[in-house]
C-alpha cells in the first residue's frame, strides 16, 4: 500500500530560521505530490503541488519544495521563517490512477518563536 | 475561486442519534467529493470516495452501513453518521475536484462532531 512519511512531528525555530521539513513516499509509479498548510483553526490550504517539470516547485508565501525522484522525496523548504508561519504542514501523494485520491502524511507541527 | 463550505462547522449529539454533515462546493461543479476524519493531532485520513449519481467508494475499514454518503448533485455531497458513538467524536473534513483540474484537491474548512 501506498504510504507517506514525515519524519519530524514537532519543529520549533526561531524567527528567520531555516526551514526544511522531509517527505518520503512509498510508490514506484506516477505521483503527483502537494504540500498543504493548516493554520490554528483554519481549513487545509494548499502551499504548492508538483506534477510535473521542473522538480523544484516554488508555492506561496516563499516556500519551496524539491522533488528527487530517485530517493521518493519531496521536501518542503524556506529560507527564513516568520512566527506567521506557526502552522501544522501535511505532505500528500495523490496516486495517478482513477481514483485521484490523496494519501497524507501524519504532519508536522512547526512552531516559530518571534 | 474554488471555494468548498461545509455545514454544520460544529455539532454535538447524543450516543445513538444521526447527524448529517453537509459538504458544498459554491463556485463549480464538483466531478468528486471525498471525505475525511481527523483525529486530534493526527493527519487525515480518507474515508470514502463519491461521484455525483452514483455509489460512494469506502476505504478499508470504513463502515459503509454507518457513515452514508449521498452525493445528489454536482455541488452537494452528504455524510450522514448513524447511531453515532463516543469513538465517532473527530473533525469529519470534505474536498471537492472540478472539472479538468481532477488531480487537485479544495477542501472544506471541516465539521468538529462531538458525540455526548
Known amino acids: 500500500a501506498q504510504s507517506v512519511s514525515q519524519h519530524n512531528h514537532h519543529v520549533i525555530l526561531s524567527e528567520a530560521a531555516s526551514l526544511e521539513l522531509g517527505c518520503n513516499y512509498s510508490?514506484?509509479?506516477?505521483?503527483?505530490l502537494f504540500w498543504y498548510v493548516q493554520y490554528p483553526g483554519q481549513h487545509l490550504q494548499l502551499l504548492l503541488k508538483?506534477?510535473?517539470?521542473?522538480?523544484l516547485v516554488k508555492g506561496i508565501k516563499g516556500f519551496e519544495a524539491e522533488f528527487i525522484k530517485s530517493k521518493f522525496s519531496f521536501n518542503l523548504r524556506k529560507p527564513s521563517v516568520q512566527w506567521s508561519d506557526t502552522a501544522e504542514y501535511f505532505c500528500a501523494v495523490n496516486v495517478l490512477d482513477s481514483s485521484y485520491k490523496l494519501i497524507f502524511g501524519s504532519g508536522t507541527r512547526l512552531l516559530v518563536r518571534p | 475561486g474554488a471555494v468548498v463550505s461545509q455545514h454544520p462547522s460544529w455539532v454535538i449529539c447524543k450516543s445513538g442519534t444521526s447527524v448529517k454533515i453537509e459538504c458544498r462546493s459554491l463556485d463549480f461543479q464538483a466531478t468528486t467529493m471525498f471525505w475525511y476524519r481527523q483525529f486530534p493531532k493526527q493527519s487525515l485520513m480518507l474515508m470514502a470516495t463519491s461521484n455525483e449519481g452514483s455509489k460512494a467508494t469506502y476505504e478499508q475499514g470504513v463502515e459503509k452501513d454507518k457513515f452514508l454518503i449521498n452525493h445528489a448533485s454536482l455541488t452537494l455531497s452528504t455524510l450522514t453518521v448513524t447511531s453515532a458513538h463516543p469513538e465517532d467524536s473527530s473533525f469529519y473534513i470534505c474536498s471537492a475536484t472540478r472539472a479538468g483540474s481532477v488531480d487537485e484537491q479544495y477542501f472544506g474548512p471541516g465539521t468538529r462532531l462531538t458525540v455526548t
Open positions: 510508490y514506484g509509479g506516477t505521483v503527483n
Open positions: 508538483y506534477f510535473s517539470g521542473d522538480p
